[in-house]
């Protein structure tokens, strides 16, 4: 999937490496340690159309990007939408994608259970 942020095309990717920047960018902590569960905590948000966490979906899912785009740019671009319309497609979408990466159909799976 590919949006254009702040004048750059960005591709969305929605692998083990998008996992481990969410978990930087959403997950829990404790004690000082990482426990992870970005994954588990934003993807009920995004059905949910929590727009913070959509916009933390995104910018996780541009890592791979060069030049990469900023969080305050992934806010500005989801703030810029103009319609509500415009704004569930891209819910739509985004959730869409993430459901049909291999890599998380097991944990999207067992989310359900």
Known sequence: MKITIAGKEQELNFGVRFVRELDKVAGMEAGGMSLGMGLTKSLPAL?????????????????????????NDVDDYLDGLTSVKEFEKLFD???KEVKKANVLKVALKNMQA
């Open 47 to 71: 059905n949910a159309y929590d727009p913070a966490v959509l916009s933390d979906v995104i910018y996780s899912a541009t890592f791979r990007n060069s030049p990469r785009v900023g969080r």
């Open 93 to 95: 979408d985004v959730s």
